[in-house]
């Protein structure tokens, strides 16, 4: 791997290195040896606090929670064929699957730490799943190991291959694929898939770095379908689309840069290029006499190690035109192990950078996740009788508390109170409008306002100067009582009136108060019926799935009704028996009486001249 100025304008950057890297393919299918693999080269140059950032961000996704969180990550993008296999074989130290035409179908997310010696290499394979079978999102991804612990290098590969095989099969089980030895032809593999392969490799000889290899962009219909283009650019989009995802552009020297579909994504989405790395792959691969543009191509190397891999790279570097004869201000671009030290620190400041903001998203996310999970039911019981009784009886204490009244402000007293208050005032104005003299002198007198009312008027609220607190129905004066009367005489002894005109007089008011009690009959039963069917929710709406706070809700509506009909009949008792004329409160009724006797008089003396 080796880095080098690039045809495209990009250009270097603190924020998110765009500046590009090129490399050779002499890592194609090398072989496995006990030196070194990986490439520990950059540990030096990481400090603590780098490597617990790095560490940080691989736990936080372990636990899945990117698909919440935009984490820092690496994203590994280009075309089909572009050279990606090579590229992160060579930072990685494994081996990768490899067949004709597309072969990365899901993405593989790889997840390098550097242990100090006599720590043992090892690889451990896991499969991450964040859809189902239909694609569909599960909302909280799914790690589970595919195999055991790896320890030999070249068992890596396979154990890949079947890990994307289960992934591109949800309907066989992953045991199955694990351990066969059958390729799958049953008509339902599926071309690409979201779900990825999760490798975790540790030992002395690896790098601190993490990045995630996606699936190579399909140039055409002759390399897959239509739909197939556009899955594979749809979920390239999916990464390379948030802010904190570095794009690592693999660009192959073979074809021109600005054909390639990688590059055109790339600037879709950051379109500044703070956040892209390029690499330039195959520089050994361009044809002769294009050496202006590109260095000069060489043989394919196969079946060296990896050690050689990466001496004939500092070795074609070193002395292939083009590429020697850079300035030394380039030469930081060169090679593999520059580009790993350069990811490295960028992904590690870009971590370091995103932390606080990382941490207020995790807070507010847990803070969210807490109320999701106070409004879950409770796990099913295991003694549903205790418990639907417990139920009762604190609904029947809340109830009792309820009716006997609470102080907060919606409570059912303070909810049914206006309404009694506007009942009074209703009947208060059935009061008869009697006027103590003769209909004729009707414009000459005006009615007096007797104060002993004033302590009952001020109970109801009553506004001396309002429209509405003069009494209902037209004026009765003396002479209309008398003529009323007389019509009414039979055989009274003299100075008596007949006992009907009184009652008649009760009658006409009393019959008024049925409107009126019937509404705040049924506001209170609307009222008290929306207070209890709360209550109802409350207490019962988490067992059994809703069915109890159904059926306690039938029960009480029906008790509710049958009661509210009961208490619409005995109201209209009570107010046939206050179409008689009498009264126990003797006392009150006399009282009253010379009270209204004594001021009618007074003011008829008053207005006399």
Not at 498 to 505: A, K, N, R
């Amino acid at each position: 791997m080796s880095s080098t100025s690039t045809p495209d304008p990009y250009h270097d950057s603190d924020a998110g290195s765009n500046s590009s890297f090129s490399a050779s393919e002499t890592t194609n299918n090398p072989k496995t040896s006990g030196d070194g693999v990986g490439l520990s080269n950059a540990h030096d140059q990481l400090g603590r606090k780098r490597r617990y950032a790095l560490d940080l961000v691989n736990r936080l996704q372990n636990t899945g929670i990117q698909t919440d969180i935009d984490l820092p990550q690496i994203a590994v993008i280009g075309n089909q064929s572009a050279g990606k296999s090579s590229l992160i074989e060579a930072i990685s130290g494994t081996t990768l699957p490899r067949a004709s035409g597309t072969c990365t179908r899901c993405p593989t997310e790889c997840r390098l730490t550097n242990v100090a010696a006599p720590a043992r290499w090892n690889c451990v394979v896991s499969i991450r799943t964040i859809t189902d079978s239909t694609g569909q999102h599960l909302g909280q991804a799914r790690n589970e190991p595919f195999g055991e612990v790896i320890y030999n290098k070249a068992e890596v590969e396979d154990r890949i291959r079947r890990a994307q095989r289960a992934i591109l099969n949800p309907h066989i089980p992953r045991s199955q694929i694990l351990m066969g030895d059958e390729e799958i032809n049953d008509g339902r593999t599926l071309t690409f898939s979201s779900n990825y392969v999760s490798l975790q490799i540790s030992g002395p000889d690896v790098a601190d770095l993490s990045f995630c290899d996606l699936p190579g962009l399909i140039r055409s219909t002759k390399e897959g379908s239509t739909n197939d283009i556009a899955l594979v650019e749809g979920l390239v989009e999916s990464y390379i689309k948030k802010p904190s995802c570095i794009i690592l552009l693999t660009v192959s020297c073979e074809t021109d840069p600005q054909n390639q579909g990688a590059l055109q994504l790339a600037r879709e989405y950051d379109p500044e290029g703070l956040r892209t790395v390029g690499v330039l792959t195959k520089p050994d691969r361009i044809s002769a006499g294009d050496e202006e543009d590109w260095p000069n191509s060489s043989e394919l190397k196969s079946g060296v190690t990896w050690q050689e891999a990466r001496d004939k790279e500092n070795q074609f570097f070193t002395a292939t035109a083009a590429w020697r004869d850079l300035d030394p201000i380039y030469q930081r671009y060169l090679r593999t192990r520059n580009l790993v030290e350069r990811l490295s620190g960028i992904l590690s400041d870009l971590i370091s950078k995103r932390l606080p903001e990382i941490r207020e998203e995790l807070h507010q996310l847990m803070h969210n996740t807490r109320k999701d999970l106070a409004q879950l039911p409770k796990e099913p019981s295991q003694d549903p009788m205790s418990d639907i009784s417990a139920m009762i009886y604190s609904f029947s204490s809340r109830l009792s508390r309820v009716l006997e009244g609470t102080p907060e402000a919606e409570a059912l007293l303070q909810c049914i109170r206006p309404a009694q208050n506007a009942f009074k005032r209703e009947i208060r104005k059935t009061a008869p409008n009697f006027r103590p003299y003769e209909k004729k002198y009707a414009s000459q007198r005006n009615m007096a306002h007797f104060k002993f009312l004033n302590n009952e008027e001020d109970e109801l609220e009553w506004d001396q100067d309002s429209e509405d607190n003069t009494e209902s129905g037209a004026p009765v004066y003396i002479d209309d009582v008398n003529r009323r009367i007389q019509d009414a005489r039979t055989r009274e002894l003299p100075s008596r009136y007949p006992y009907v005109v009184e009652e008649s007089f009760i009658q006409q008011i009393t019959k008024q108060w049925s409107a009126p009690s019937q509404r705040l009959c049924e506001l209170v039963y609307r009222t008290t019926l929306d207070h209890v069917l709360r209550l109802v929710k409350d207490h019962f709406s988490e067992f059994g799935q809703g069915l109890l706070e159904r059926q306690t809700r039938l029960i009480i509506m029906e008790h509710m009704k049958d009661r509210f009909e009961a208490t619409k009949d005995r109201i209209e008792w009570l107010l046939d028996l206050e179409h008689r004329p009498f009264t126990m409160n003797t006392h009150y009724f006399l009282d009253y009486g010379a009270r209204h006797l004594i001021a009618t008089t007074c003011a008829q003396a008053w207005e006399q001249p």
